[in-house]
């Protein structure tokens, strides 16, 4: 009896053997591309970032210049009421530039936020997932291993035993 009930779990151990490793397969495919998406994501928040900043630095640039061509036309340094209108005016520029960058800045995390945390979130749950599976797949490659011992030794003591009388 130790024979066929072995051979039984070893087949219903095997088959559990198969449906986990096609699940952890399918599971690591997931996983892998979910990684890969959050990695591009960043990479185009990023370059997105990069961008507006060069952008916001370049328009400071040009008031800058169109300020201080304004100032020398006025006469420059010995024009004192220019002169505070010009620093007033680059001072504004400044506190401007500073504003628009924290803004840009919370704009960029809340995107970050919005579009980063669901792939994120899908990621860990994938990962979870995954270390589940590899514990039932050992599991059940343990059980299967015990099963087909089980069928051996079964098999052993069904073997008929000779002997040398004639």
Not at 94 to 106: P, R, S
Not at 127 to 148: C, F, G, I, N, V
């Amino acid at each position: 009896m130790g024979f066929l009930s072995g051979a039984y779990g070893k087949l219903i151990a095997g088959r559990r053997v198969r449906q986990i490793q096609n699940e952890l397969t399918s599971v690591q495919m997931q996983l892998t591309r979910a990684t890969r998406q959050v990695g591009n994501m960043e990479k185009q928040l990023t370059a997105q970032e990069k961008s507006m900043n060069t952008m916001l630095k370049m328009q400071q640039s040009a008031w800058n210049t169109g300020i201080y061509k304004a100032f020398a036309d006025c006469g420059g340094m010995k024009n004192e009421a220019a002169y505070e209108k010009y620093m007033t005016k680059q001072q504004e520029i400044q506190y401007q530039a500073a504003m628009a960058m924290e803004c840009l800045t919370q704009v960029f995390e809340q995107q970050r936020a919005m579009m980063l945390e669901p792939l994120k979130d899908l990621e860990d749950s994938l990962t979870l997932r995954k270390d589940s599976l590899e514990s039932q797949l050992k599991l059940a490659e343990q059980q299967y291993e015990a099963k087909k011992k089980e069928e051996d030794a079964g098999a052993k003591t069904m073997t008929p035993q000779y002997t040398s009388q004639g």
